[in-house]
């Protein structure tokens, strides 16, 4: 991490949210004795767990927008604590960040990491996945999340589960079983879902954390393949963070 810019005695985060680290860095700065701290949601999930502090629901209309928004409402620092694949939106802020000199650290939780006994196959784009897929398995467990599922919606010998907060949108594959459920989940969990499903493969992207990690765990015990769709790179020039503990240094927030 580099960029650190100068404490500041009262200071008004943005955080653009969306993670567990998002929520983590909203709690640790709403119980700071000075400084706001506002989180801004997507607006992709109908029931988000709302974080403390201020919280705002919808986009921003691009790099402008959000430019005068921060203008607007005096905001200090921002952190970009969005999914790793929240790629627009981290242009987004790199964009509204020049325009308005506010400084801007990207919070990533650190990837994941095949062990021993993995069988991973990595690709650049949920469009490479698709393509790969056929090749790895019958039985696709589809953890990409619910809007990129057009992707595969022209795969019509591959049967597919697929887990998401709320229900996914046409176009989606024709053989499709929906699960709706929110992490984090267990390695038993995992375990039984791969083997009543009669699972085969597994599609995922390079989220990191914790929360939906077990899934790996289960699949490497079963020895299914598992297709990983690696992260897009943090807009260059911003600086990055892997921990709320860091973001807090950079912020010269006691704790």
Same mark, same amino acid.
Request: net charge negative; aromatic share 6%; glycine share 10%.
């Given at each position: 991490?580099?960029?650190?810019?100068?404490?500041?005695?009262?200071?008004?985060?943005?955080?653009?949210?969306?993670?567990?680290?998002?929520?983590?860095?909203?709690?640790?700065?709403?119980?700071?004795?000075?400084?706001?701290?506002?989180?801004?949601?997507?607006?992709?999930?109908?029931?988000?767990?709302?974080?403390?502090?201020?919280?705002?629901?919808?986009?921003?209309?691009?790099?402008?927008?959000?430019?005068?928004?921060?203008? *607007?409402?005096?905001?200090?620092?921002?952190?970009?604590?969005?999914?790793?694949?929240?790629?627009?939106?981290?242009?987004? *802020?790199?964009?509204?960040?020049?325009?308005?000199?506010?400084?801007?650290?990207? #919070?990533?939780?650190?990837?994941?990491?095949?062990?021993?006994?993995? &069988?991973?196959?990595?690709?650049?784009?949920?469009?490479?996945?698709?393509?790969?897929?056929?090749?790895?398995?019958?039985?696709?467990?589809?953890?990409?999340?619910?809007?990129?599922?057009?992707?595969?919606?022209? #795969?019509?010998?591959?049967?597919?589960?697929?887990?998401?907060?709320?229900?996914?949108?046409?176009? *989606?594959?024709?053989?499709?079983? $929906?699960?709706? *459920?929110?992490?984090?989940?267990?390695?038993?969990?995992?375990?039984?879902?791969?083997?009543?499903?009669?699972?085969?493969? $597994?599609?995922?992207? &390079?989220?990191?954390?914790?929360?939906?990690?077990?899934?790996?765990?289960?699949?490497?015990?079963?020895?299914?393949?598992? #297709?990983? $769709?690696?992260?897009?790179?943090?807009?260059?020039?911003?600086?990055?963070?892997?921990? $709320?503990?860091?973001?807090? &240094?950079?912020?010269?927030?006691?704790?």
């Amino acid at each position: 991490m580099s960029a650190e810019p100068a404490p500041l005695p009262a200071h008004h985060v943005l955080i653009l949210g969306g993670t567990t680290e998002a929520r983590r860095l909203a709690e640790a700065l709403a119980a700071a004795p000075s400084g706001r701290v506002t989180t801004s949601l997507a607006g992709r999930v109908a029931s988000p767990v709302l974080p403390p502090g201020g919280t705002r629901v919808g986009g921003f209309g691009g790099v402008e927008g959000l430019a005068a928004w921060i203008v *607007a409402h005096d905001v200090t620092h921002v952190v970009d604590a969005t999914h790793p694949f929240a790629e627009r939106m981290s242009f987004n *802020a790199a964009g509204a960040a020049a325009l308005t000199g506010v400084p801007l650290l990207a #919070l990533r939780r650190p990837g994941w990491t095949p062990r021993p006994g993995d &069988d991973w196959t990595f690709v650049d784009s949920l469009d490479e996945a698709a393509d790969r897929l056929p090749g790895l398995g019958s039985r696709a467990f589809l953890t990409t999340g619910r809007m990129g599922l057009h992707t595969f919606a022209h #795969l019509t010998d591959t049967w597919f589960l697929v887990r998401s907060v709320d229900p996914p949108a046409a176009p *989606a594959p024709p053989c499709l079983e $929906v699960l709706l *459920a929110r992490g984090p989940f267990t390695l038993e969990d995992e375990r039984e879902l791969l083997a009543r499903h009669r699972i085969d493969v $597994v599609v995922t992207k &390079d989220s990191g954390g914790s929360a939906t990690a077990p899934k790996l765990t289960a699949a490497r015990e079963a020895g299914i393949p598992v #297709l990983v $769709v690696r992260r897009p790179p943090v807009p260059q020039g911003v600086p990055e963070a892997d921990s $709320v503990d860091a973001v807090l &240094d950079w912020l010269g927030t006691s704790r």
